[in-house]
């Protein structure tokens, strides 16, 4: 493994004084409640997020697949959760390491994260370009995901095709919906909805298709979501 010259130090503290100086203790108590979560916020919005990430990627840009890992859960063991936002901008920013080697970093982050801000992210903006690029070792491991005893995997293995259009492996999405829709899991129900609904806009035809086959095995919530915007289409 070569070695990690990347001063994750700095960059972690370049981006915790930064956040520490923007800090708004109304608006933290506020997001904090809003996701329902324990964990800490400086109350600092996606907007000034963007201006710190702006320096880190300029001056903390990783230039090895180690570096990369290394400064992405550098940010990731920070304590609050815009400095976890912040691993996550820098993993999504790093596009030349959305590669399959780094599926097992996407997965921790997953299984760590544990909610549905950390995992869509990780899933919509970084699993998804590994499918999209690198389909079959990727779908390798992610195949895997979608009966793991981890809930947000399963949901992970879902919606990691959401926004990929006509790249996406309609067969894959179709089994992976079946395979769940017995779920009684809000968040797989709603993964399922919404991956449908955002593949319906490539091919409404086969989407609506599948809910009608499979209307009485999709819950009342993925059915709904998924045929959104193809009513027309829908007996």
């Not at 915790?16 to 919005?45: C, D, I, R």
């Not at 909610?115 to 389909?135: A, G, K, L, N």
């Amino acid at each position: 493994m070569a070695a990690v010259v990347l001063d994750t130090d700095a960059a972690c503290r370049y981006v915790s004084a930064e956040l520490a100086a923007a800090a708004n203790q109304e608006k933290a108590s506020g997001m904090q409640a809003y996701m329902k979560t324990e964990m800490p916020f400086y109350g600092v919005q996606k907007p000034a997020r963007k201006m710190i990430m702006r320096r880190l990627k300029d001056e903390f840009a990783p230039s090895s697949l180690d570096e990369y890992e290394s400064l992405v859960l550098a940010l990731w063991d920070l304590p609050h959760r815009e400095e976890k936002y912040l691993a996550l901008a820098v993993g999504v920013e790093s596009r030349q390491f959305h590669t399959p080697a780094s599926l097992p970093l996407y997965r921790r982050l997953m299984v760590e994260g544990a909610w549905w801000d950390f995992v869509d992210e990780v899933s919509t903006r970084m699993v998804r370009e590994v499918v999209r690029d690198y389909p079959e070792p990727a779908w390798a491991v992610v195949d895997q995901w979608i009966d793991d005893e981890v809930m947000w995997l399963r949901r992970s293995a879902i919606i990691c095709q959401v926004g990929i259009k006509e790249r996406t492996d309609a067969d894959r999405l179709f089994s992976f919906c079946r395979q769940r829709a017995f779920e009684e899991e809000f968040f797989i129900r709603k993964a399922i909805g919404w991956a449908l609904r955002e593949y319906s806009k490539t091919n409404p035809e086969a989407v609506a298709a599948f809910a009608i086959e499979y209307r009485e095995e999709l819950s009342g919530l993925s059915f709904r979501e998924a045929t959104r915007h193809i009513l027309d289409h829908i007996p």
